[in-house]
């Protein structure tokens, strides 16, 4: 979806498929690619600290802050069970902050 929007017009266009530039289809493969590879990462719960939590934290460090240049820590509250924040810094420092939280580990499903 594009706007264009000056003082006595605006103009919002919404392209179909047919109108994606190869380089927004070249970023949705890649997209799907990455996800791929996380989803390949045995990060379950029950491992506790033997998991693959420091194999997720490494695959996530290198999209965030090689490819995408995002500011990242990581700590360790809990000792094997890493913690990776990547901060986006916005240009306008008096706007308030936004939080985006998730896990990267799993709970196996139980067959009954």
Request: aromatic share 8%; glycine share 8%.
């Amino acid at each position: 979806m594009s706007l264009f929007f000056r003082p006595d017009f605006v103009l919002l266009m919404i392209p179909g498929r047919s109108s994606r530039s190869a380089a927004m289809e070249g970023r949705d493969e890649q997209a799907v690619t990455n996800f791929k590879g996380f989803l390949r990462i045995e990060s379950i719960t029950h491992q506790g600290p033997k998991g693959s939590y420091h194999q997720a934290i490494a695959f996530l460090k290198k999209l965030l802050d090689d490819e995408i240049g995002l500011t990242i820590t990581e700590r360790e509250y809990v000792a094997g069970k890493p913690v990776l924040i990547a901060t986006w810094a916005g240009e306008e420092p008096s706007l308030p902050s936004l939080l985006l939280n998730s896990h990267y580990d799993v709970v196996p499903a139980v067959q009954r």
